[in-house]
């Protein structure tokens, strides 16, 4: 609590004296930052979520950044950023490129507006297999039936999820659970997909055969994303399953990178050139797979700056949160710090 009070007075003071702002136009000088957003939701609409806080940012926060965003940089294209990486375009002004994983709901709902009115252009990656669904990733889909499960009889839930060290959750107060939920289930993202398709597969069992709300975790319709493509924005590949693709198989590397690029060519009548690595995991055979499936920009989750010598198929992105930047200083301050 201590540190982040810290960062943020230093933070407000590098922002007030406008230092920031010389310190932002001389490191990214010729160069360009690539920000990684994934959900833009109110609190009153989190309270209802799995996703963890730290893809999360308020709708204020998030049209505060575009305004100091495009005080400082080109706020570019696709294009435009692929133009500058593979050219080495220079420029006096920094480019920013605003991307978002994953192609929840909330992209529509609270940010697709808030980029009209600032003229913002911004990515979409999207997890085709997940579109037009009811699926969920593995763990806001296993939150959900945690929860479900917890709201039954309390001796019930705890005997359902003793197997997996998880009966304390029954008797934790509704208003404390969701997080500790969170938390249990950070903690098993080194299992296997078949062990955790397992896990979901019995507790789904014990449930009643009734649609769950999933509450505000939701993806994008193509509805949706054909009219956000209308005002500008850009579609492109984050696979199909949300799978690492560093662990599949060659033939399923193959298969999940083209047939992601088949889904949005016939969806959207798009010809998709970059591919966003889920969990920005990337190996060279993960490298070599998108380009002979045909990216040419491909992105990770690894910080920095972007210019002329960057790798087109793995560059670099910063991933924005409340927490990181709940300002526009505390975002200068991040884009300072991991810009490097």
Known sequence: MLRNHVKNLIAELLYRSGLSGLLIRGMFRNRSVVLTYHRVLPSVERASSFSHAAIMVEPAIFERHLVVLARYFDCLTLDELGARTLSGRRSAK??????????????????????????????????????????????????????QICSGKPAD????????????????????????????????????????DRMIAKLTAVLDPVTPDHGPDRYLSVAQMREMMDSGISFQSHGCSHRILSRLSAEELEQELRRSR????????????????????????????????????????????????SDPLALRRININDNAAGSEARLLMTLLLSGR
Do not use: M
Not at 120 to 134: H, L, N
Not at 159 to 180: C, K, N, S, V
């Open 262 to 309: 088949h889904w949005l060519q016939e969806q959207l009548g798009s010809e998709p050139t970059a591919l966003a690595y889920p969990n920005g995991d990337h190996d060279p055979a993960v490298l070599s797979g998108a380009r002979r499936t045909g990216y040419s920009l491909a992105f990770t989750t690894v910080p920095g700056r972007v210019d002329g010598g």
């Open 157 to 196: 839930a705890a005997h359902i999820l003793r197997d997996y060290g998880w009966a304390h959750l029954a008797e934790i107060p509704l208003h404390q659970r969701r997080d500790t939920i969170k938390d249990s289930i950070r903690a098993i993202k080194h299992k296997t997909y078949d062990e955790i």
């Open 94 to 147: 920094p480019g920013c490129l605003i991307t978002f994983d994953d192609a929840w709901q909330d992209n529509y709902v609270h940010a697709f507006g808030i980029l009209k009115k600032w003229r913002v252009p911004a990515v979409v990656f999207v997890p085709t297999d997940y579109i037009g669904t009811e699926r969920l990733f593995w763990q806001e889909r296993l939150g959900h039936l945690v929860e």
